[in-house]
């Protein structure tokens, strides 16, 4: 399997992106892998496989790398004598602003690059919070109950507390924050509000099970990866999800009855069809009182959720094999010549 790996990005999730890309490397080593690497400047770097490690990024040293553009079909890198193209399936591996946010894709789909990601739509539902309690009503899908604020209308909260406080478009826990007291929520909400202009507020469940499912579409048929049910305090936090980023090993499955692992396959369906196709995502779910709730969509999960995977590098041959297709758009000019005719031109 030949594949490019883009990650980097002008995102406050640019570090976690290179962690995953590295992890990446080690758990594909046996493939035909080229490494992407976007600037915050949005600047493309070919990264050569040796120099993946992370103080090429941190000391700058990517800069002396070949910079390459993008043409139809394909990422380049010219010369003066000679222009070499890689027109490999691209694995979008940008997480937060740029990766996740729709702008990668549409780029992508500009050029007519083949690519291995959630499509512009799927990112927007999935990126902003507010929109995937908003997927999440239109498509019938329980989820947390919420309040959305917004730092240019501020306004009281009315769920009881305590409540835990998210920015509206961000990954990874950055700007977090639970608030058991009152008199903690001012300064849980000017965290958030230095990531965002708005904020999700939704209740903190002590104690809640959660289990996490990822999957992509192969050919119309789903294909699951296993459940987990991850061992944490009172949530990931940053640090403990910038670790996790860098999990390569696989994980245990969660010991759940085949009634429950039905129920979250079936609403891992509801999220996954008619939207993101041709991207491998994770969702987050919990479960409170035998219902199952939606609590996050991953639309590019931390090292691509690789550990949930018995066969992650089957997963991405499968998806490799089966993207989406845009339909072309053939342009003959009729209109304008039988105005023209008919004006005798």
């Known amino acids: 399997m030949k594949l490019s790996i883009l990650f980097g990005g002008a995102s406050f999730e640019h570090e976690i992106s290179i962690v995953s890309a590295i992890t990446l490397k080690a758990k594909l080593d046996r493939h035909d892998l080229s490494f992407i690497f976007c600037d915050t400047d949005h600047t493309f770097y070919l990264i050569d496989a040796s120099s993946m490690k992370a103080t090429t990024f941190s000391r700058g040293e990517y800069k002396k790398m070949p910079v390459i553009n993008l043409i139809n079909g394909a990422f380049v890198q010219k010369s003066m004598f000679k222009s070499s193209e890689n027109r490999n399936v691209v694995l979008n591996l940008i997480h937060g602003a740029d990766g996740e946010d729709g702008t990668i894709a549409a780029l992508l789909d500009f050029y007519s690059i083949n690519y291995i990601g959630p499509r512009v739509s799927a990112s927007v539902f999935s990126y902003d919070k507010r929109y995937t309690k908003w997927l999440c009503d239109a498509k019938k899908i329980p989820s947390v109950s919420y309040e959305?604020?917004?730092?240019?209308?501020?306004?009281?909260?009315?769920?009881?507390?305590?409540?835990?406080?998210?920015?509206?478009?961000?990954?990874?826990?950055?700007?977090?924050?639970?608030?058991?007291?009152?008199?903690?929520?001012?300064?849980?909400?000017?965290?958030?509000?230095?990531?965002?202009?708005?904020?999700?507020?939704?209740?903190?469940?002590?104690?809640v099970k959660e289990y996490n499912l990822a999957?992509?579409?192969?050919?119309?048929?789903?294909?699951?990866?296993?459940?987990?049910?991850?061992?944490?305090?009172?949530?990931?936090?940053?640090?403990?999800?910038?670790?996790?980023?860098?999990?390569?090993?696989?994980?245990l499955k969660a010991d759940i009855s085949r009634e429950l692992e039905q129920k979250l396959k079936a609403m891992f369906d509801k999220v996954y069809k008619n939207m993101f196709e041709g991207a491998l995502i994770r969702c987050d779910f919990f479960v409170?009182?035998?219902?199952?709730?939606?609590?996050?969509?991953?639309?590019?999960?931390?090292?691509m959720a690789n550990y949930l995977f018995e066969d992650f590098s089957q997963a991405l041959e499968d998806l490799s094999s089966s993207l989406p297709s845009e339909k072309k758009i053939k342009v003959n000019y009729e209109y304008i010549h039988s105005i023209n005719s008919a004006k005798g031109k």
Do not use: C, W
């Not at 409170?288 to 090292?303: A, F, Y």
């Open 148 to 207: 959305i604020l917004n730092h240019d209308i501020q306004k009281d909260i009315t769920l009881p507390l305590p409540v835990i406080v998210k920015p509206s478009s961000l990954g990874s826990s950055i700007g977090v924050s639970i608030v058991r007291e009152m008199s903690e929520l001012d300064y849980a909400l000017d965290t958030a509000y230095e990531y965002d202009t708005s904020v999700i507020v939704e209740p903190f469940i002590e104690n």
């Open 288 to 303: 409170v009182d035998g219902e199952v709730l939606l609590n996050e969509i991953n639309p590019i999960p931390g090292s």
């Open 215 to 251: 999957g992509y579409s192969y050919k119309g048929e789903m294909k699951y990866s296993i459940i987990e049910e991850p061992q944490k305090e009172e949530f990931l936090d940053f640090e403990k999800k910038y670790m996790d980023f860098s999990r390569s090993e696989s994980v």
